[in-house]
């Protein structure tokens, strides 16, 4: 949250947010864009109409955190959601909480609850962008335009009988304990935080790269073909599962979208993770394409972090 100091010399007094201050103690607070908000910001047009008095002579509060400076739910690293105050509902851990107004108590919702009233909790997430109330540029040539995405809604098939022969357009069974661990993972390895850098000496004239301080197991190979976007869209192509389709029937000119994936069970509630898999163009159309996998972090018996895929998600750009 922030706020003008000094309307003279235009200094901008800022704060960080809970979260913000947790990210940037754990190093990894990542400022990469910046948006502006007027609700708190009076407006009045006693002396012309359709133009704000001048406000520079009003008693101004310093800048304050709201719950709504937040707007995208966060995972920790057990993969557990982190406390997060939605529209009129609290997220916690797995559960969802309903602060009751008028009593002061809370109530959890659980069981087929949360199922049942998954469309609620979702609503009161994006509500949270709603009540930001940021300011934007609207363009007079296409101002009903509005992002609409069909269908709606996607069902794939689904057999939890434990007696299913395994085969390739069926399920397998997986143990944690057997999965590589997240640096150990392929999708992650074309990631500069997750490749393999041993430890060197400090470079010299006769030796630029520096002497390696020991020898140390390499437990992955590192990024190659095998981890190229396209060939992981192939890959998940001609596995044989299912897939869906789905259109943006209206855009914005920009395309700018959030995607928060949540999972929601009879045991509580998950926001799915999500690993950059790259972009690449298809050669025969020029068509831009985004891979994303979607998925869940486990801890295995050794309390190691671990990566499981569920789906891939294809951004297309189609021209």
Do not use: C, W
Request: negative net charge.
């Amino acid at each position: 949250m922030a706020g003008i100091l000094d309307p003279k010399t235009r200094i901008m007094d800022f704060i960080l947010t809970e979260l913000g201050r947790e990210q940037a103690a754990q190093g990894e607070l990542n400022i990469r864009y910046a948006t502006f908000s007027d609700r708190s910001a009076f407006y009045s047009s006693g002396s012309l109409l359709g133009v704000a008095d001048d406000a520079s002579n009003r008693i101004y509060f310093e800048a304050a955190s709201s719950p709504h400076d937040t707007i995208v739910v966060e995972n920790d690293f057990a993969g557990k959601i982190k406390s997060f105050r939605a529209d009129d509902l609290i997220l916690e851990g797995g559960s969802v909480i309903n602060p009751l107004a008028q009593s002061g108590q809370t109530t959890t919702i659980e069981g087929e609850g949360i199922i049942q009233q998954s469309l609620k909790i979702l609503n009161s997430i994006t509500g949270s962008l709603r009540n930001a109330q940021y300011i934007k540029t609207t363009d007079m040539f296409m101002e009903d335009r509005d992002f609409v995405a069909n269908p709606k809604s996607l069902y794939f098939s689904y057999n939890d009988d434990p007696d299913l022969p395994i085969s390739r357009n069926s399920k397998s069974t997986l143990r944690i304990d057997s999965m590589p661990s997240l640096f150990q993972d392929q999708r992650l390895a074309h990631l500069p935080n997750f490749r393999f850098m041993p430890p060197r000496n400090a470079p010299t004239p006769s030796n630029l790269d520096g002497n390696s301080m020991g020898e140390y197991v390499k437990f992955r190979d590192e990024f190659d073909n095998s981890q190229d976007p396209q060939r992981t869209h192939r890959i998940a192509i001609d596995s044989g599962f299912e897939k869906r389709d789905i259109f943006f029937s209206e855009r914005t000119p920009d395309n700018n979208i959030i995607v928060q994936p949540f999972e929601f069970t009879d045991k509580g509630m998950t926001k799915l993770s999500i690993i950059d898999g790259g972009q690449y163009i298809k050669a025969s159309t020029r068509e831009r394409r985004h891979i994303f996998h979607i998925g869940k972090l486990f801890a295995d018996t050794k309390m190691t972090t671990t990566y499981v895929h569920i789906f891939t998600l294809v951004f297309r750009e189609v021209n």
